[in-house]
């Protein structure tokens, strides 16, 4: 474990100065750690504000199954950490390359193909410390569960890609390495896929992650489950499950390095990306069948389950239109998750909470939480509208 002479307040002192200086200027600052996700959202070239330099893990209790960091602690330095004590990041926070940062991963609020077995990142953090954009030095929530009271302020700050405040340090919560793991392969349609894997999911089966990668347009795939849990529990879930879909259990390195391949999206699916076109991201409902777009590609996957969907298509403004509405007609949002060489980097990325039915209360507390976080707008980079 390290806890290095960076982590100090000389160094929270340099990054208040930067704030308040931003502020004076009415100057923007774009927070940034190993830079592994600064494709991701909305584009901006406001100045950097790099957390690299306040770095470190500062308590890990493995017996209460919590760990706290500094924000610019690389994300490899934790998992190895907990490694050592059998123990993991459980949401499977994607890296996107070698510098990811503790904090990257926490404001990105990307999760890993477990996340629908054990739920979002937002689900395990405890406790914060930021500098908002006044330089205040606050701290919200704690340690264990029990310390979370009233408004959870902590859980405002995954996903929120750094635009309300300075994320200095977080506490999560982490599990035990799963006891037994076993991956399970078979072809099937993408309607199969998708009424078999929410059907397990309502039973009483360690089923930790699901992918189905197969033809948009012939529906023609196969399905990977992993199965993961007590030792007792996986075994009698394999010939249970494995009998109704004629399934074969893949070699544990080869499933591992699936699972790391998908989460990280290294897969051919994510990678043929056509330097006109658009990786978009689509969050449905668990009950949403099939859908197509008109010039989607040919590959599509299907994660959580199918509640979360990735195909490329036309990074054009008409097309990500028809894209919103379909994912709003079936009750989800989507997103132009990564964009081709040759697209422009000012497209909108995300839906809007205009775009969305019932959401003018949303957008009247997103307003009154970005004004008391940040009311002089530092971090207001537009990386998430």
Avoid at 133 to 145: E, H, I, P
Wanted: aromatic share 6%.
């Amino acid at each position: 474990m390290s806890n290095s002479a960076n982590n100090s307040n000389a160094q929270i002192d340099l990054f208040r100065e930067q704030i308040l200086a931003a502020a004076k200027t009415n100057a923007r600052l774009s927070i940034q750690g190993g830079g592994t996700k600064a494709w991701y959202g909305n584009a901006n070239a406001f100045t950097t504000l790099d957390t690299r330099p306040y770095s470190g893990i500062l308590e890990y209790q493995p017996e209460e199954l919590v760990i706290t960091a500094c924000a610019g602690t690389p994300l490899k330095e934790i998992e190895a950490v907990l490694a050592e004590k059998n123990q993991v990041l459980a949401f499977e926070p994607p890296h996107f390359g070698e510098t990811a940062t503790f904090g990257g991963a926490i404001a990105a609020g990307l999760a890993g193909p477990g996340r629908i077995s054990v739920g979002n990142l937002r689900d395990f953090v405890l406790g914060t410390r930021i500098l908002d954009g006044k330089g205040q030095d606050l701290s919200f929530g704690g340690k264990v569960m029990k310390n979370v009271a009233g408004y959870d302020v902590s859980r405002l700050l995954p996903g929120s890609m750094g635009t309300l405040s300075l994320l200095l340090e977080a506490s999560v919560k982490v599990l035990p390495r799963p006891a037994a793991t076993t991956t399970l392969r078979c072809p099937v349609s993408q309607a199969r896929a998708l009424q078999l894997t929410n059907e397990w999911a309502g039973q009483p089966l360690p089923l930790s992650a699901s992918c189905w990668i197969g033809n948009s347009k012939s529906g023609d795939g196969e399905l990977t489950l992993r199965l993961a849990g007590a030792a007792a529990a996986v075994k009698a879930a394999i010939p249970l499950m494995g009998a109704a879909v004629d399934a074969i259990e893949l070699d544990p390195k080869a499933a591992e390095a699936f699972w790391s391949n998908l989460r990280e999206q290294q897969l051919p699916a994510f990678q043929n990306l056509n330097s006109e076109d658009t990786l978009y991201r689509l969050a449905l409902p668990a009950a949403c069948g099939p859908i197509t777009v008109a010039n989607m590609s040919d590959e599509i996957v299907l994660e959580w389950h199918g509640q979360q969907r990735w195909f490329t298509a036309p990074s054009d403004d008409a097309t990500f239109a028809s894209i919103k509405i379909l994912a709003h007609t079936n009750g989800g949002h989507a997103t132009r998750f990564k964009q081709g060489i040759n697209v422009d980097l000012a497209n909108q990325r995300f839906s809007l909470l205009s775009e969305q039915v019932h959401s003018a209360a949303l957008e009247a507390v997103q307003a009154r939480l970005r004004a008391s976080f940040d009311p002089s707008g530092v971090f207001a980079t537009s990386r998430l509208p």
